[in-house]
């Protein structure tokens, strides 16, 4: 019954006419803040797909090669251009560009060293900045056992295991995944969304004066209540992903997606990223934050709506919660646990390095604590709501 | 006049609308009490010495006061950058323990220095890239401007929601209690209710948008975010890159002054839509987009109520040619074009 209600309060929040041109408006425009930010490079090539197209051939003929004929490769570049070939800072000329290369009138000699200059690179960066970790966790550890910090103690002992793993080399760079992954349009727009849907939830009933109806109902006495929040919990989740999808899919069209599979650590600024996830992995570990944080927005939403009278004031406080909580997002405060619900939309602030609280001398993900506090406050928030439509439900 | 005085004895007490404006404005001190001064970190581990240079720096830049600088931070570079071979020659015995002791004293007091040296080092580089024909940027403290400047990046949200949620009470209410049919039929109910809710809207969003504006300038002045107002803007790190003399002090309250006017033009718009939009719930919504989408268009934001919202963005706008009058001009015209289509839609009837 409880699935019914649901589907059928689902049913009743997205057929309004307002609601649909809204998302509709508010899709386009998120999808058109998606587009592409003009790069230098693209220039020569007319758009940021033809761009990434064109590197991406380099890359995959570097893939395909075994590792004797790529040393083969190298050895025979560094005959024909000099040693520092793969240097940054070597000087390319015409000749790199010519056809037939190495490889024959497959591809030039240029495009493949500029790959694997920029794959070099990118992998010193990596090894450098991981590489610096596991000596000053031992060196911190060592601390941690003089002064008797279990916390610290564990926490060291949980970075070496962590940072002690061999680092993958990158194989591809990373385009297009960076920029969906840092765009914060997608999640604003959805929440404005949100706000439209969950904040009238419950008011709308009181002033439409169906709430009187609910209450007399056989399952008004609570599973109304539950259905609503779950309805709003799911219209929040599905706008996320479709908004997330749409700005997926704009950078996709506009430059092409590379690097998918590519360990998420060989992206600046991620390069402290401590598990050995791929980028696509993240993204959708990312995707799962922000529908959390999505959701919890609804349940704050349909709360306030739920113990308001009308929906001026629901509202009201409902662009208030959120707009303090995207306040929160801009602004972290100094101490952790102040930090709104929606800082779980901001995915790297949480993985870029090692980033956790300490419970009682254990060290804990602070992403994980978070979506337990959060989540504890979303239930005392529905049980609040279930004592209130109930308290009045017996003064009827 | 009387249906005037009516209509704002309605909005601002039948309705809450004062209510609501003061509960706005008290959430907004709060805010502003307790948002914190966006300092760079770095003076937080060196305060001290962040004063002393800022004290014989202060005031306008010059030739001289750039080379110090430079000077200075080269010098603690080298001081810093020699540590460990005095340490081997000390350790070998090439140099005396009273050398030594020298070097060292020299080199904590370059580790409490390098921090501040570096922060003016940095100053003296963005004021280098500066054109030549402005007049000398300031060195001044900047984080008081840098945090009333961050603030204005953004639009007053506490006082455009008390005046959306007042436009929100006007004709949207009306409907939803089932008296607009009735106004409707009144002898005054059309051209002259319309006029009067409109007036009575705009005067109270003017008034509190003066109020807020007096209460922002206050809090700011009582945290000491308001000194050296005299400095160009260019002064600041902000506004580092935006080429346009102008005092700190008058780009505030040129901030100010726009976005008082905006606020009203916005109250005249959203008033124009609530008859298009009667439910408040949708008007509240639409009015937000208006005000939120704006902001992320950049340079072309400014010419929509939402950007020129934003102090900050108006006067980095008015740096890169950006025509300030031209942009109210064009906001003016989506108020207006409002008005006059809810003004005629009202004339209709239902």
């Known amino acids: 019954m409880l699935w019914k209600l649901t589907k059928f309060e689902l049913k009743k929040l997205v057929k309004s006419k307002f609601f649909l041109i809204a998302a509709v408006l508010l899709l386009l425009v998120n999808m058109l803040l998606s587009g592409p930010k003009e ?13 990434v197209a064109w590197d991406r051939d380099g890359y995959d003929k570097l893939a395909s090669l075994t590792p004797e004929e790529k040393r083969d490769f190298e050895n025979a570049m560094e005959e024909k251009y000099g040693e ?25 000699d240029g495009k493949l060293i500029t790959c694997e200059m920029l794959l070099r690179m990118g992998n010193e960066m990596t090894q450098k900045f991981r590489g610096e970790v596991v000596p000053r966790s031992k060196f911190f550890g060592r601390e941690a056992i003089l002064s008797g910090n279990k916390y610290e103690i564990r926490r060291n002992l949980q970075i070496l295991s962590l940072y002690s793993a061999p680092i993958r080399e990158m194989t591809y760079m990373i385009y297009g995944w960076w920029e969906y992954l840092s765009s914060n349009t997608p999640m604003l727009m959805s929440l404005l969304l949100i706000l439209l849907l969950c904040a009238g939830i419950f008011t709308r009933e009181k002033e439409q004066g169906m709430f009187l109806l609910l209450q007399t109902s056989k399952y008004g006495h609570g599973k109304t209540l539950v259905a609503k929040f779950l309805a709003g919990g799911i219209s929040a989740a599905m706008i996320t992903i479709l908004f997330h999808a749409g700005s997926l899919l704009m950078v996709y069209l506009n430059s092409g997606l590379m690097g998918g599979t590519q360990p998420m650590y060989t992206k600046q600024p991620m390069e402290l990223f401590p598990f050995s996830l791929s980028v696509w992995q993240f993204a959708v570990l990312s995707l799962l934050c922000k529908i959390f944080a999505a959701v919890i927005a609804s349940v704050l939403l349909c709360g306030i709506s739920s113990l308001c009278k009308n929906s001026v004031v629901s509202y009201g406080a409902g662009v208030v919660v959120l707009g303090g909580c995207v306040l929160l997002t801009l602004f972290p405060p100094d101490f952790e646990l102040l930090a709104g619900p929606l800082t779980l939309s901001r995915t790297q602030w949480y993985f870029n390095t090692y980033y956790t609280a300490n419970h009682f001398g254990y060290p804990v993900l602070w992403v994980i604590v978070q979506v337990v506090i959060w989540s504890l406050v979303a239930a005392c928030l529905i049980i609040l709501s279930h004592k209130v439509y109930n308290r009045k439900r017996s003064k009827l | 006049m009387t249906l005037f005085s009516f209509e704002a004895k309605k909005i601002g007490g039948t309705q809450k609308g004062l209510l609501i404006i003061a509960a706005c404005l008290l959430l907004k001190l709060l805010f502003l009490f307790v948002f914190p001064e966006q300092k760079d970190p770095r003076i937080l581990l060196s305060q001290k010495q962040y004063d002393t240079y800022l004290a014989s720096l202060h005031g306008m830049n010059t030739p001289e006061k750039a080379n110090w600088i430079q000077e200075d931070n080269e010098e603690i570079g080298r001081i810093i950058g020699i540590h460990e071979q005095m340490s081997q020659d000390y350790q070998q015995g090439r140099i005396t323990w009273e050398e030594w002791d020298d070097y060292n004293d020299e080199f904590s007091s370059a580790c409490l220095r390098q921090n ?10 963005q004021f280098s890239q500066q054109p030549w024909y402005l007049p000398p940027a300031h060195y001044i403290y900047e984080y ?13 949200i506490f006082l455009l929601f008390a005046v959306i949620l007042m436009a929100a009470q006007c004709f949207p209410a009306e409907a939803a209690e089932g008296m607009l049919p009735i106004l409707l039929s009144a002898k005054d109910g059309r051209r002259k209710l319309y006029c009067s809710k409109l007036l009575a809207l705009m005067s109270l969003s003017l008034v509190s948008a003066l109020i807020s504006d007096g209460l922002e300038a206050g ?40 976005r008082t006017v ?24 639409t009015a937000l987009c208006l005000l939120l989408l704006p902001l992320f268009l950049g340079n072309v934001g400014l010419f929509f109520h939402g950007g020129l919202l934003c102090g900050s963005r108006v006067l980095l706008g008015m740096g890169s040619g950006v025509s300030l009058s031209l942009c109210l001009t064009v906001a003016a015209l989506y108020s207006a074009a409002a008005l006059i289509l809810g003004a005629r839609r009202h004339q209709r009837g239902l």
Request: proline share 5%; hydrophobic share 45%; with cysteine.
């Open chain 1, 39 to 51: 790069k230098e490079q693209w220039r020569y090539f007319g758009s940021g797909r033809q761009a």
């Open chain 1, 84 to 108: 520092d070939v793969f240097s940054p800072f070597s000087s390319y000329n015409l000749e790199m560009y010519n056809l037939p290369g190495y490889f024959g009138n497959e591809i030039s």
């Open chain 2, 116 to 125: 501040a040296s570096e922060i003016f080092l940095e100053k003296e580089e």
């Open chain 2, 144 to 156: 008081g401007w840098q945090t009333v400047f961050t603030l204005q990046k953004f639009p007053d």
């Open chain 2, 219 to 258: 809090v700011f002045a009582l945290r000491g975010w308001l000194g050296d107002s005299h400095a160009p803007i260019y002064s600041i790190s902000t506004f580092a890159e935006c080429p346009m003399y102008i005092p700190l002090g008058k780009a505030y309250w040129l901030c100010l002054g726009v």
């Open chain 2, 262 to 285: 905006v606020t009203v033009l916005f109250a005249g718009m959203v008033f124009g839509l609530s008859i298009f939009i009667r439910n408040a719930a949708n008007l509240i919504f």
